[in-house]
């Protein structure tokens, strides 16, 4: 079935200013930022957290939104700056109306095109009762928060072959030397868009795996043009991945992970990733802090319960194990 965007083109100017003036903040010296993807079965829902914004890429399925409002209340957030949602599809904006319900959110941004899908109709009817606008991406915008740099990249098309879909919005996200690419669900059509977009450098340390994980005709190109430190599938437990796709991963020397498996928790600066992975209910990241100073060839982990250092890891000795206990795994992007 094919969709047609909607005309946007007039209020183009308005957005830029109000994003300019509106939402986007500027401010600098970040010293670590947070990412979780929740496991939300076959679904997504991203919580970056920097040093003062939190922005939720996409908002799970409408009975999965618990698990992100108790997160968010655990992490004493109570303000959204951002709610990106990629597209339209239950797995994606299913929780939007309750978050939207639960705590403030300041911008929406959605991509430019209609839906009739009974969860997008209750996140517009929410909206409408709140009396809030979600802002169209139809040109890539561009965000800085605390120091992460946010790319939005909207759909070149105004049809596709597939349903929602390609209409996904891409999000490259980039902090210091680290990068992460979510991208939504694009299949063929969009995938094809992004390896033939010479501008949009495609090279990226984290992948949010697009369309949960399903082949396309040049999902292996893509992979390698990404080429991840990490690939996260988000994507039930049991779900069997593509031979093809676990293959080209495992040549690229990726580590693979399901949220399936448990929520991933991830602590970040610009070296360094230190993540917690498992059913665990407790976010265990919680109780450290990673500090990094450009000057010094040491990064330390404090421990926010007793402000001690716990633990404490050479720069310069970039080998992928500096002996964290478990629950905590440690990654060393050189
Ligand atoms: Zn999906």
Redesign the pocket.
């Known amino acids: 079935m094919k969709k047609r965007r909607t005309g946007f083109g007039s209020l183009l100017l308005a957005c830029v200013l109000f994003l300019l003036n509106g939402c986007g903040k500027q401010t600098s010296d970040s010293t670590e930022i947070r990412v979780t993807f929740f496991d939300v079965g076959?679904?997504?829902a991203i919580l970056i957290e920097t040093e003062r914004h939190s922005v939720l890429i996409d908002s799970g399925y409408d009975d999965t939104s618990e698990i992100i409002l108790d997160y968010l209340a655990e992490r004493k957030i109570q303000r959204l700056d951002y709610m990106i949602l990629t597209h339209f599809?239950k797995?994606?904006v299913g929780g939007a109306d309750r978050i939207l319900e639960a705590m403030d959110v300041a911008c929406v941004f959605q991509p430019d095109y209609k839906s009739d899908s009974k969860q997008y109709l209750e996140f517009l009817e929410t909206m409408k009762d709140k009396d809030m606008r979600a802002h169209l991406v139809v040109i890539t915008e561009r965000l800085n928060l605390d120091g992460v740099d946010f790319l939005i990249y909207p759909p070149q098309q105004s049809e596709y072959e597939t349903e929602d879909?390609d209409f996904s919005l891409v999000i490259s996200m980039t902090y210091g030397n680290r990068s992460f690419l979510f991208a939504g669900?694009c299949e063929e059509e969009r995938l094809e868009e992004l390896l033939s977009q010479a501008e949009f450098g495609l090279s990226h340390d984290v992948l949010k795996v697009p369309?949960?994980g399903r082949k396309e005709k040049n999902t292996l190109d893509f992979l390698y043009a990404v080429s991840p430190k990490i690939a996260v599938f988000t994507c039930p437990e049991n779900m069997k991945l593509e031979e093809d796709i676990y293959v080209t991963l495992e040549n690229l020397g990726t580590k693979i992970y399901l949220t399936g498996k448990g929520t991933i928790n991830l602590s970040m600066t610009t070296n360094l990733i230190l993540f917690t992975y498992g059913k665990s209910s407790e976010p265990l990241l919680n109780r450290l802090r990673i500090k990094e100073n450009a000057s010094d060839r040491i990064i330390s982990c404090h421990c926010l319960d007793c402000s001690r250092k716990k633990y404490q890891i050479d720069k310069y000795l970039q080998n992928e194990n500096h002996n964290f206990p478990s629950p905590f795994q440690s990654i060393f992007l050189s």
Do not use: F, I, V
Request: glycine share 10%.
């Open positions: 076959k679904g997504d599809d797995d994606h879909n669900d369309h949960h």
